[in-house]
Structure formats: structure tokens, C-alpha cells
């Protein structure tokens, strides 16, 4: 060992940490899920999933049996039939997209999305998309990716459809910056309105509202990803000559100064003027957390591994709200793209990845945590049991990120906790 | 391929977990791929059980399909043994599991773990949800039941009661409706399954006289197996609505060799007077549509048509397993039978039936929302909303108050129809104005179907038309239409709409 590595100081929080990898029963949703807020997201998009009546069901079972309208995603159900043969199941996804597309003339855009099935019975859906575009160009542009349970875990799934969108930008030379991953309008203004006070531009987002304002992109693309769960999509941007601004993800406080100075320093903002125009935010973002801070500061939180995110909420509540990490459970933990949180989160925090639900549940047990948050199939359960518990998925279907939702954040890890106190049966 | 948006029921293997779910001290260990588990959050959160399904899933990933998926399957059975200790055990495969014919069964018994362990074969892309629970079911009560004990003489006649599961439309209210029912008659309950039942009790199940089947969907098939095997008769009169809940108590009188006559006698139930007291008069002949599973559907026609005087307009089920019993008692009503499991199939048959209220289930009631009709549901797909605080049973005597109240609350109060008809041109009352309980959920109007190029609407009769309230003002445009089609009228004036009245209400 060289004098040299004796000499370094110590890798800040969890960069160094051991992290815990099980294999067992994972209660999490698969990357289909994903189409739950994409396909509000980009307006002339339809999400078609190629699988079995379990993906029809899980669909709506997961949007909380919600009926939009008409939502821009069905299912095209698998039958015994298909399975015999595969010219068959071609020539019965075209006739399905047909059916479709005449029911949607509005649809400019159509992914068709891969399930376990499909995958298992290896149905090419890249090549049924390139069929499928000579037939419907240039009205519609069908597309595909896999949200499989087998490839992919819940946010995944919005990845994998963004990365389909990344060889569809067309190259871009021109120096601009890219906002990566889906979020709610009202922060999308919010971040446009704050970077052009800051003298950053053009900004552009992906994925666009509408499918024809697509970005482009090329080696004067810098990028900021908005969600941590994205590898796929910021390694093909990469590959298109586009280079990602290294930075903490935008929820709080913190984080959210953090992620816009990334952009300002790459702009080359002064610091003073970096200052001058996040500072009202700020203040603003510290004064809506510190409402909540008596009922959350000290208080000890466990992750079920779900969306990706669990790694910046934890961060988010250890250092803006006080709060204790216990185990902080992510499905997949993507170093690079987390290196800035893990330096933030506290040393002794206990990080694990993939999970056996069962095995996860003992130590939840045993240690006890003031709050658990998990997903849908173990929030009552555990709430039985006497854990107070917060859905993850709401954190997934709310606007959470920058100065003006971070209450908001800290009000829905506050929101269980108030009500048990409020509660007399 | 099927294009789907939205399924009335989901892939077998729910079904299964269902029975699994509704059943103590057994074990499913389910092959199936990462997401799967989406199903657990059925019975956490719509059912809002308190305790997870018991159900294991083994989770494999692509990476292990060129691996040893079954190698997977066989340590995630042992270690469920191992960790949750069930008396029985049932094992199978998920849609994408199907595809990799592992064979959880035979992988299973190689375990020889030290109790029962039933095999299930559930064909996800040919069968549904209700045909998964009942065969689930079957395959159970047949790989359990002991022969049949001696039943001892002189004992209380004794039944089973079969069908009620987890995530069932109402089934715990309706099991205590007619538990009850059956304690007051004097028939002991040897064993109720599967929602309560351990593997034990289906041991038991040769004991009873007879079976009473609640739900035929889940419980026919073991039903007709325990009556080839134990010679037990079945019931098949589901007690659904007072004259089917009559019907049941002479049934099941007749086969425990009781006489019904005293409970009957006893009986007074408030929805038959209601329903003959003056203030519900204006439910006469009021226009019903009927969608659900075939059992409900069917109980709702009766009931509606029978005990509250309304006219069935349509009859339907995404059941297509009892599509023949469906278009036989449409046929008695004069219409046909709409069997379909695509809710826009069925959203168009409700619109050209054009029904006063609606009785189906939660996607009727979105699509009643939408064309600004009354609606109730009477059937599974189940919601968080079918599983109220309250006890509310759709079965028995009980049962047929509740259900008189919640088809009867959604429509307008006589006298507000009244009033709405008198004075229609009121700007809050308007023609597509929603019962006022309803809040301001204000119809859709349709839009006008363009009349035949020979024909012309004079404008005070377009204006005339649109007093007639919206739900039949289709059906008056196109029989007014027909009218003068008819007798070569060329321009439809008011005197022509109040003749073509007049010929069609005779």
C-alpha cells in the first residue's frame, strides 16, 4: 500500500459503504408502471404493452382503478393462438395497432411496450415497430422498449422509454441544456423560469410534452438528471457527445441549490449571481421544511426498496429534517449517478439492494423504525403490526422536486405521523 | 391478441390467491417474474386486509432464465415451508412462468415436503380470474377430502357453505346473512369454504347433508365433485332479492328435511312494503340496464323486475361461462343478452337501450357518470368502495333492504321528477339536469344523430323535443322520425311530434 493511499482522508458519508445485496422475493411493481405518469406526460403518446391479461390487470389494479376518459394505454392481450406461431402474433399486432390508431387518430407517437411474456417468447418488437412505421408513417412513429419484470423494476420502465426517444432527437451541435426525467409541469415552469433568471439556455426537457418538440442533442448538450433512476437513457445521451452535470437530485433545499448550481458552474455563472437568484427560493424551500421539523427531527425511517429515490429522501430527511436513517433499501443502486448522495448520507446508515421482502421484514421488526416507507402490498399489513408507514408510490405520482415542493415533501413523510397522534381508536 | 384498455376480471392465477388469501394455514407459492406482487396490493388496499397474502413469488429475472429458474422455484418453496410452516401448500405458475414449463408440481413433490401439496394448472392465455378460483377450489376440496365419515343418526341436519373468498363482492356480510339464516332454521355449519377454512376443515367437508353454494362461479365445480363423491346435494337457488331468499329457505328446508313454514311466516321485511307503498310508484317501469357477473346480474334482473316493478332494458355479463342462463332470461324479457368483457361494447349497448338507471359494476358506474345516469353496482370488479364499514350483505332478508335502498337512492325523488317535467325550461333544471343529490354531475349530451336526407325538423319541434327529458329524447327523435318516414312526412312540426306520442305510447 502506497504512502500515498494511507494518507487519504476518509470517503465522506456512504460513498465507501457496504451495501447489503439479497436475493429473494421482491415486493415491487415492474417497469410497465411506469405508463402510469408517462402516458399523461407526452400528450400525443399512446403506450400499447404487448403482454398478457396479468400486464391488462396490473394496469389498472396499480392506477388505483382509475378510468381516465379514455387512457392513452391499453393492452394487447396475448392468446393461446399467438403463442402457436409467431407469424401469427405479428400479424395480430398489426391488426391491433390498425384497430387502435383508427379509434386514436389524435396519436402522433406509439411505444409499443415489451412484457415478460413477450420477452420470453422473444416477439421482436423492435423489428414489429420498424414494420409497423413503414406502414403508418408519417402520420404516426411507433417506437418500442422493455418494461418486463424480468429487466426492469418500476421506474426503470421510465428509462428504458426514454432511452427509446434518445436515437429519435435529432444531432444538435449547439451548446444548451437538457433536463432529464419526467416531472410535473408546475416544477418543469418553475426550473425553466429559474434558469433563465440565472442566464442559462436554451433549456430544453425529456421527455417533451408533446412528441413533435423532442429535443435535440449533440456535444454541446450539457444534461442534469431530474430522477436518479435513468442510467440507460444518460449513457446513450453520452453517446451522443451529450455530457451529464454530476450533481445530488433536486428535492429540498439542498439538493435543489445543489443540482442548479451544477448548471450555473458549467454556464459560468459568478457564484455571487448564483446566489442572488436561488436565495429567495431558498429561504423559501427552508421555511416550508422547518414547519415540519419538530414532528420528523430524530425520529428513526426504513426504505423498502421501490423507485429509485430512496437514496436522496434519505439524504433529503437526514440532513434537512433531522431524521435517522435506518436501512435505506433501493432495487438497483447505480453508483456514478448517486456518488454526490452517498457522500451526503450519514456514515452509519445501513444501505441495502435487490432485497428479500421476508428477510427485510425481520429486520424491520427487530429495529423497530419510527416510520417505514414501502409500497402498496406491505403499507396496511405493517400499519397492522403498529409501524406507521408512507406509501412510496405517492412520492412517485407528486410533484416533490425543487424550492417550491419541498414542503410538500416533507409534509408527506409528516402527514402519517401527525395522524397518529391526531387519532384516539 | 385481444385489445384491451380495461378487464372485468384478471389472469386465473388471482383467482387462486384469492382462495389462498381467504383461507388460514395455507401456502401459495406462486412462479411468477418480478412485478407480479402488484397483486398483493388487491388485498391490502382495496380489501384493506390487515395481513399480506400468503403467498410466495419465486421472482425470477431474465439473467436466470438461461440459469436454473427451477432450481429458484424449489428453494423459494422450501424456504416458505420453512418460514411460514402451512398445513397445505398450493404451488403453480404465473403467465410468464407457464411459458418456461418449469413444472411447479413435479419440482414440489421432488422437495417431499411433509404435508400436502396441491399442483394447480391454470391456463393464463385462455382463462380468467373466476374460473382460476374455482378451479383452485376444486382442486382442493378433491386433494383434501377424507371419505366420508358415517353421519350419525339423530344428529341436527348440517351443511357446508361454499364460495365466499377474499376480495368478493360483499361476501363477508353475505355470509353472515346467511349464516344466520341457516342457524335460525336449525342447520348446524359443518364447514365454511374456503373464506375461513384451514386444509383440515376441507377434510371435513364429507360430513355435512348437503352444500349450500353461494357463489356457482367459484363453487360449482367442487360443489358438483362433492356431490358425486359424498352424495351431497347442492342448493342452487342463490338467495339473492326476498322471493329468491324464499326460494332458498324452502330449498334448503326441503333438504335438510325442516319445515320452512314458521321462519317464513315470522319474517317481515321492510323493502316488500316499501317497494308497494304509495311513495314508490314512480319506480314503476323505470328503465334498468344490468351488467355484472352472472350471478349477481341475473338475481339483479329478477329482483328489479320482480320486487321493485322496473323494466329491464338490458341484461348482460363478462361471465361468457354462463352466457346460455343469461340469454335465456333476457329472452323472458323481450331483448337480448349483451355477453361481453369490453366495457365500450357494453357502454354501447347502454346507450342504445338508453336506461333510467344502471346496474352494474364500477366500470358501468364511470361509464353511467359519463352519460349522466343513475347507476349502483351490484357486482364484482371489486373496488375500495365495495368494502364498506358497515354491515352490508346483498344475500338473504337484510340483503334485499339493502339492495332496495341503494338502487332506489340513486334516482330522483318523485316529486323532483315531477317538477323537473313541469318545468323543464327552469335554467337550473335544464334537460340534462342530474338528480339533485347527485351534485353537479351534469350529463354529457350526445350529440344529435343526423335524420334521414328526406326529413326536416321545424324548429319549434327540434325546441319542443329538447323538453323531453334526455335520456328517452333519443328514442322520441328516432321514433318520431320513423313516424314521419312512415307517412311521407317531409318537415316534422310539434303536431307531428305529439302524433308520433301518441301512436308509439299505445
Known amino acids: 500500500m502506497s504512502a500515498a493511499a494511507l494518507a487519504r482522508p476518509p470517503a465522506p458519508g456512504c460513498t465507501e459503504a457496504p451495501v447489503l445485496r439479497e436475493r429473494g422475493q421482491r415486493e415491487v411493481f415492474c417497469g410497465l408502471t411506469g405508463i402510469i405518469w408517462l402516458h399523461r406526460k407526452i400528450q400525443d403518446a399512446f403506450f400499447l404493452v404487448v403482454g398478457s391479461r396479468t400486464c391488462a390487470h396490473l394496469m389498472q389494479s396499480a392506477a388505483g382503478v382509475v378510468i381516465f376518459a379514455e387512457p392513452r394505454f391499453a393492452t394487447a392481450i396475448m392468446e393461446e393462438r399467438d403463442l402457436a406461431g409467431m407469424t401469427d402474433a405479428n400479424e395480430e399486432l398489426d391488426r391491433v395497432v390498425a384497430q387502435l390508431l383508427a379509434r386514436r387518430p389524435d396519436i402522433r407517437l406509439l411505444f409499443l411496450v415489451g412484457s415478460c411474456p413477450s420477452e420470453v417468447i422473444k416477439l421482436d418488437l423492435s423489428r414489429a415497430a420498424q414494420r409497423l412505421n413503414a406502414t403508418h408513417a408519417p402520420g404516426v412513429r411507433v417506437l418500442n422498449y422493455s418494461g418486463s419484470g424480468i429487466e426492469t423494476t418500476f421506474t426503470q420502465g421510465e428509462d428504458a422509454c426514454l432511452a427509446a426517444l434518445v436515437p429519435e432527437m435529432r444531432a444538435d451541435p449547439a451548446p444548451g441544456l437538457l433536463v432529464v426525467g419526467a416531472l410535473a409541469e408546475v416544477v418543469e415552469d418553475q426550473m425553466r423560469r429559474q434558469f433563465e433568471a440565472l442566464g442559462i439556455g436554451p433549456v430544453a426537457f425529456l421527455p417533451p410534452r408533446r412528441a413533435a418538440d423532442l429535443p435535440g442533442v449533440g456535444p454541446g448538450t450539457r444534461f442534469l438528471l431530474a430522477q436518479p433512476f435513468l442510467a440507460e437513457t444518460a449513457r446513450l445521451l453520452e453517446d451522443r457527445g451529450a455530457r451529464r452535470l454530476a450533481a445530488p437530485f433536486p428535492l429540498g433545499a439542498e439538493g435543489t441549490t445543489a443540482w442548479l448550481r451544477a448548471a450555473a458552474e458549467a454556464w459560468g455563472i459568478p457564484a455571487a449571481r448564483f446566489r442572488e437568484v436561488t436565495a429567495a427560493g431558498e429561504q423559501r424551500a427552508r421555511t416550508a421544511i422547518a414547519r415540519h421539523h419538530a414532528l420528523l427531527a430524530g425520529r428513526r425511517i426504513s426504505f423498502f426498496p421501490d423507485s429509485q429515490l430512496e437514496i436522496p429522501l434519505a439524504r433529503f430527511l437526514s440532513r434537512e429534517l433531522d431524521m435517522q436513517p435506518v436501512e435505506i433499501g433501493t432495487p438497483y443502486l447505480h453508483r456514478p449517478h448517486l456518488a454526490e448522495e452517498l457522500a451526503l448520507l450519514p456514515a452509519d446508515a445501513m444501505l441495502s439492494e435487490g432485497g428479500d421482502v421476508d428477510r427485510q421484514l425481520d429486520r424491520c421488526r427487530a429495529a423497530r423504525p419510527d416510520l417505514v416507507v414501502c409500497g402498496l402490498g406491505l403499507a396496511n399489513p405493517l400499519e397492522a403490526e403498529g409501524f406507521t408507514t408512507k406509501w412510496s408510490i405517492e412520492l412517485v405520482f407528486t410533484p416533490i422536486q425543487g424550492y417550491d415542493q419541498a414542503g410538500d415533501l416533507a409534509a408527506l413523510f409528516a402527514r402519517p405521523l401527525d395522524r397518529r397522534t391526531r387519532l384516539m381508536v | ?506
Open chain 2, 1 to 506: 391478441m385481444q385489445l384491451a384498455v380495461w378487464t372485468y376480471e384478471g389472469p386465473p392465477h388471482i383467482g387462486a390467491m384469492r382462495v389462498a388469501t381467504a383461507m388460514q394455514g395455507l401456502h401459495y407459492v406462486l412462479h411468477a417474474p418480478q412485478g407480479d406482487t402488484y397483486a398483493d396490493l388487491l388485498f391490502t388496499m382495496i380489501e384493506r386486509r390487515g395481513a399480506r397474502p400468503p403467498v410466495t413469488y419465486t421472482t425470477f429475472q431474465a439473467r436466470d432464465l438461461g440459469g436454473d429458474t427451477a432450481e429458484l422455484f424449489k428453494t423459494a418453496a422450501r424456504e416458505a415451508f420453512e418460514r411460514f410452516r402451512p398445513q397445505a401448500m398450493i404451488v403453480g405458475a404465473s403467465c410468464t412462468a407457464e411459458l418456461i414449463q418449469d413444472d411447479p408440481g413435479g419440482l414440489a413433490r421432488a422437495l417431499g415436503l411433509p404435508i400436502p401439496v396441491v399442483a394447480l394448472e391454470l391456463p393464463s392465455y385462455q382463462k380468467k380470474e373466476n374460473w382460476g378460483a374455482a378451479e383452485t377450489f376444486y382442486r382442493l376440496v378433491r386433494s383434501l377430502s377424507a371419505p366420508p365419515a358415517p353421519r350419525a343418526e339423530g344428529r341436527a341436519p348440517s351443511c357446508n357453505i361454499l364460495g365466499p373468498t377474499a376480495l368478493g363482492f360483499r361476501h363477508r356480510d353475505d355470509l353472515r346473512e346467511i349464516t344466520d339464516l341457516l342457524t335460525r332454521l336449525g342447520i348446524a355449519i359443518n364447514v365454511t369454504a374456503p373464506l375461513g377454512a384451514t386444509p383440515a376443515d376441507l377434510a371435513r367437508l364429507g360430513e355435512a347433508d348437503f352444500n349450500v353454494v353461494l357463489y356457482p362461479e367459484i363453487a360449482g365445480p367442487a360443489a358438483a365433485w362433492l356431490a358425486r363423491a359424498h352424495a351431497q346435494p347442492a342448493t342452487k337457488t342463490i338467495p339473492i332479492g326476498l322471493g329468491a331468499t324464499r326460494e332458498f329457505i324452502a330449498e334448503v328446508a326441503a333438504l335438510a328435511g325442516l319445515d320452512a313454514a314458521p321462519i317464513l311466516a315470522a319474517e317481515t321485511v321492510r323493502s316488500a312494503w316499501y317497494s308497494r307503498s304509495v311513495d314508490s310508484n314512480y319506480l314503476t317501469g323505470k328503465r334498468v340496464f344490468v351488467f355484472g357477473d352472472a350471478t349477481h346480474a341475473l338475481a339483479a334482473a329478477r329482483m328489479a323486475t320482480e320486487e321493485l316493478g322496473f323494466t329491464l332494458v338490458g341484461l348482460g355479463s363478462y361471465a361468457r361461462e354462463q352466457a346460455r342462463e343469461l340469454r335465456e332470461a333476457a329472452k323472458a324479457h323481450g331483448i337480448e343478452a349483451t355477453i361481453s368483457d369490453d366495457y365500450l361494447a357494453v357502454e354501447a349497448a347502454i346507450q342504445a337501450a338508453q336506461p333510467e338507471l344502471i346496474l352494474g359494476t364500477q366500470m358501468e358506474r364511470h361509464t353511467a357518470k359519463r352519460l349522466g345516469i343513475p347507476c349502483a353496482v351490484i357486482s364484482a370488479p371489486v373496488h375500495v368502495q365495495d368494502y364498506p364499514a358497515r354491515y352490508s350483505p346483498q344475500m338473504g332478508f337484510e340483503g334485499a333492504n339493502v339492495l332496495f335502498d341503494t338502487w332506489v337512492h340513486p334516482l330522483m325523488m318523485g316529486l323532483e321528477e315531477h317538477l323537473l317535467g313541469m318545468f323543464r325550461e327552469d335554467f337550473e333544471f335544464h334537460g340534462e339536469a342530474a338528480p339533485s343529490h347527485l351534485g353537479a354531475a351534469a350529463a354529457t349530451a350526445t350529440a344529435a344523430p343526423t335524420p334521414p336526407a328526406t326529413l326536416t325538423w321545424a324548429a319549434e319541434a327540434e325546441r319542443e323535443l329538447g323538453k323531453i327529458p334526455f335520456f328517452v329524447r333519443g328514442k322520441a327523435r328516432r321514433n318520431t322520425e320513423r313516424y314521419a318516414t312512415e307517412r311521407g312526412i317531409g318537415t316534422i312540426t310539434i303536431e307531428a311530434l305529439y302524433d308520433a306520442k301518441a301512436h308509439f305510447s299505445r
